[in-house]
């Protein structure tokens, strides 16, 4: 343990001018040590977890992090910068910056480690002993906690060590302090859900106020007292993942934030706990073990009244979609395997459990369809069910799974389901919100609930609203069916401008859901509809590696090395692959890739071609109706986004400050960061 961080991890003269540059030097530390196996793979986890949230923190703190495959061994580098690095901190640019590697199965002993560290950050008498540090081997046992750091005097205006009375003392004197109980968590686990614990508990000793707080990290958690909870006065999540066991808090107040804000303003967390507390407010908090968060770190189930509906009604469906997607790509890729073996009229071929014959290929073929349309078969309950899921937890499967079943019997599709998953959340949030006697409560998630939302979702989707639905799915199908000529190339522009636009976020995937959803009921429409948006999305990672080849000199070294790499992701139809440059240049790498999928799109729909299966990239062309059309839309959309991107950053290059390291940009100074 004591090998977390060596002196060759130190590095108090950090020269990069970008966040991108200074993971790649402190990583190349880490291969040097035989920490990672792969450079540049390491690298893409890290820029991964970057756009998934910056890692500034305010005080000068950079702390990127992540897990990866590419990690042999827990391992912390740290780099010291004069001029300073952005990491999209509020307080601006970062001097103090800590690369935290951690295997992809990291035990809970070397996340205890992580964690101590992360609390440490938060103590300025730490932090000023990094940036006073001179020698690389004494700074490293600094951090691996083997030199003692020097308490500043009590004497500092108006606070003490010991801010806060002991709860013992309090009680003894006669009073009781305000008592606070806080769940912290991110998405990895490993810094940011620690280093909120350490601000929440140490504005707490500021202000007298007892905290306790819960760290849900990746390796685990170690629940709260029911003690301790019971006594709390007021509850603080600060969260970016879905809290767990929520039911354990029902009955106090609630202040529900993102782990941000956790770290950044934690007294005002505090003190606006302390207002609820006295207006008596109480949160609604679901009795079973815990909803769905919202996904952007500000509304979880509890909190959805943060939330404009908009937002709680996406994550609602991005949940439904999110779980359906694997049953997409396995039974898709089934039944297009065994459409390239036998044809596409392995389609009606006889029950294998009946007519199966080893040494047959269409015995094969009609093997791999019939698995595939198993999966395929639970698309619809899948998405209904984890729908109902996202809207109000585990009791809401039941009538959700029902709801999209029947959605299926009443021909009502891929529509149906995702009214019968909005239908079953609703009924179950409706019914807990029904007070019920104690000796209830602890059949009614497992029991009352499914029972009677199983019935009213199915009466509803039976009698009332599934002919209707299905009618409107009809429709639909026969429109995608008849488009031609503007509509359809209308059409394939929207839906490559989705797709290249958050490249996995929200809009992409309410794209590839909807060209999904026509996979069910397959037919010449939706078929086309599939193909464009698999074409458009190739394209933000293929025009990235073009861009990345054909001039060299507007990308970063790591850009680069990035780009060889989006040539396979982007002919695999991984779109994510563009994320990194998206990342690091937002304003000219998003509009050019939307771009360039709106052409990719646009021509794939006027092409006619068709597509049956639901991923696979160029590996599936054999599959694709039209082929070598739908090829050449792939390469236009590319070309065009291409020239975009590399007229914007030349243009960018050319401007009076666009100095910067060899073979960078020159945005480097005024890169915006998102989470693509």
């Known amino acids: 343990?004591?090998?977390?961080?060596?002196?060759?991890?130190?590095?108090?003269?950090?020269?990069?001018?970008?966040?991108?540059?200074?993971?790649?030097?402190?990583?190349?530390?880490?291969?040097?040590?035989?920490?990672?196996?792969?450079?540049?793979?390491?690298?893409?986890?890290?820029?991964?977890?970057?756009?998934?949230m910056p890692t500034g923190l305010d005080g000068g703190i950079g702390i990127p992090h992540c897990r990866s495959e590419h990690v042999n061994a827990p391992t912390l580098a740290f780099g010291r910068s004069a001029a300073g690095i952005d990491f999209g901190a509020a307080d601006g640019p970062a001097d103090l910056i800590f690369l935290i590697a951690a295997p992809a199965g990291a035990d809970d002993d070397h996340l205890t480690i992580l964690s101590g560290l992360a609390r440490r950050l938060m103590a300025p008498e730490f932090t000023a002993a990094l940036r006073a540090g001179t020698d690389p081997a004494a700074v490293a046992a600094l951090i691996r906690g083997e030199e003692p750091v020097e308490e500043p005097a009590p004497e500092a205006e108006g606070t003490e060590p010991e801010a806060g009375p002991e709860p013992e003392a309090a009680e003894a004197a006669g009073s009781v302090?305000?008592?606070?109980?806080?769940?912290?968590?991110?998405?990895?686990?490993?810094?940011?859900?620690?280093?909120?614990?350490?601000?929440?508990?140490?504005?707490?000793?500021?202000?007298?106020?007892?905290?306790?707080?819960?760290?849900?990290?990746?390796?685990?958690?170690?629940?709260?007292?029911?003690?301790?909870?019971?006594?709390?006065?007021?509850?603080?999540?600060?969260?970016?993942?879905?809290?767990?066991?929520?039911?354990?808090?029902?009955g106090k107040?609630?202040?529900?934030?993102?782990?941000?804000?956790?770290?950044?303003?934690?007294?005002?967390?505090?003190?606006?706990?302390?207002?609820?507390?006295e207006r008596g407010e109480i949160a609604a908090v679901s009795e079973t073990d815990g909803g769905k968060d919202s996904g952007d770190g500000e509304a979880g189930r509890s909190g959805a009244d943060h939330a404009h509906f908009g937002v709680r009604l996406r994550t609602y469906l991005m949940s439904g979609v999110s779980y359906m997607v694997p049953f997409v790509a396995a039974g898709g890729l089934l039944i297009a395997l065994s459409f390239a073996i036998g044809g596409y009229e392995i389609a009606s071929a006889k029950s294998v459990a009946d007519h199966?014959?080893?040494?047959?290929?269409?015995?094969?073929?009609?093997?791999?369809?019939?698995?595939?349309?198993?999966?395929?078969?639970?698309?619809?309950?899948?998405?209904?069910?984890?729908?109902?899921?996202?809207?109000?937890?585990?009791?809401?499967?039941?009538?959700?799974?029902?709801?999209?079943?029947?959605?299926?019997?009443?021909?009502?599709?891929?529509?149906?389901?995702?009214?019968?998953?909005?239908?079953?959340?609703?009924?179950?949030?409706?019914?807990?919100?029904?007070?019920?006697?104690?000796?209830?409560?602890?059949?009614?998630?497992?029991?009352?609930?499914?029972?009677?939302?199983?019935?009213?979702?199915g009466i509803l989707m039976f009698i009332v609203v599934g002919k209707p639905i299905a009618s409107l799915?009809?429709?639909?199908?026969?429109?995608?069916?008849d488009l031609s000529g503007s509509n359809a190339v209308i059409l394939g522009v929207v839906l490559g401008l989705m797709m290249c636009f958050d490249m996995g976020g929200p809009l992409n995937k309410v794209a590839y859901a909807f060209a999904v959803g026509g996979l069910a009921d397959p037919t010449d429409g939706s078929l086309k509809v599939m193909a464009a948006v698999m074409a458009a999305g190739m394209v933000p990672p293929l025009a990235?590696?073009?861009?990345?080849?054909?001039?060299?000199?507007?990308?970063?070294?790591?850009?680069?090395?990035?780009?060889?790499?989006?040539?396979?992701?982007?002919a695999s139809f991984i779109t994510e692959?563009?994320?990194?440059?998206?990342?690091?240049?937002?304003?000219?790498?998003?509009?050019?890739?939307?771009?360039?999928?709106?052409?990719?799109?646009?021509?794939?729909?006027?092409?006619?071609?068709?597509?049956?299966?639901?991923?696979?990239?160029?590996?599936?062309?054999?599959?694709i109706g039209e082929?070598?059309?739908?090829?050449?839309?792939?390469?236009?959309?590319?070309?065009?986004?291409?020239?975009?991107?590399?007229?914007?950053?030349?243009?960018?290059?050319?401007?009076?400050?666009?100095?910067?390291?060899?073979?960078?940009?020159?945005?480097d100074d005024s890169r915006v960061t998102v989470a693509a």
């Open 544 to 570: 990235m590696a073009l861009a990345t080849t054909v001039r060299k000199k507007l990308f970063t070294k790591t850009e680069r090395e990035n780009g060889r790499a989006a040539w396979v992701l982007g």
């Open 1 to 52: 343990m004591s090998e977390l961080i060596t002196a060759e991890l130190v590095d108090l003269d950090l020269s990069a001018a970008t966040k991108d540059a200074a993971a790649r030097s402190l990583a190349e530390r880490m291969v040097a040590a035989h920490r990672v196996t792969d450079l540049d793979g390491f690298l893409a986890d890290v820029a991964a977890r970057e756009a998934q």
């Open 356 to 457: 199966f014959v080893w040494g047959e290929a269409d015995s094969w073929a009609a093997l791999l369809n019939q698995i595939g349309s198993a999966a395929f078969a639970f698309l619809v309950p899948v998405l209904a069910g984890y729908i109902a899921y996202g809207m109000a937890d585990r009791p809401a499967l039941v009538p959700g799974f029902v709801g999209g079943s029947i959605a299926l019997t009443v021909n009502a599709g891929f529509l149906g389901g995702l009214v019968a998953g909005l239908l079953a959340g609703a009924v179950v949030m409706a019914i807990q919100r029904v007070p019920v006697h104690a000796t209830l409560r602890g059949i009614m998630p497992v029991l009352v609930i499914p029972l009677i939302a199983s019935a009213v979702v």
């Open 177 to 250: 302090p305000f008592r606070i109980v806080a769940v912290t968590s991110c998405p990895t686990g490993i810094a940011h859900t620690y280093m909120a614990a350490e601000s929440l508990a140490a504005a707490g000793r500021a202000e007298g106020v007892e905290v306790t707080v819960e760290t849900q990290g990746s390796g685990g958690f170690k629940k709260l007292d029911p003690a301790v909870i019971a006594a709390a006065d007021a509850v603080i999540w600060a969260h970016d993942v879905e809290v767990r066991e929520k039911a354990r808090f029902r």
């Open 253 to 277: 107040p609630l202040v529900d934030v993102g782990v941000k804000a956790g770290i950044n303003r934690p007294a005002e967390l505090i003190a606006e706990a302390r207002r609820k507390a």
């Open 627 to 667: 082929p070598f059309l739908y090829l050449l839309a792939i390469a236009a959309g590319t070309l065009v986004a291409t020239a975009l991107v590399v007229l914007l950053k030349g243009a960018r290059r050319a401007a009076p400050d666009a100095a910067g390291e060899a073979g960078a940009t020159g945005s």
């Open 473 to 481: 799915q009809n429709a639909l199908t026969d429109w995608l069916n």
């Open 577 to 623: 692959g563009a994320i990194p440059f998206a990342a690091a240049d937002p304003l000219r790498v998003i509009p050019s890739v939307m771009a360039g999928g709106a052409v990719t799109g646009a021509l794939s729909m006027a092409f006619g071609a068709t597509l049956r299966a639901p991923h696979g990239g160029v590996f599936v062309v054999p599959l």
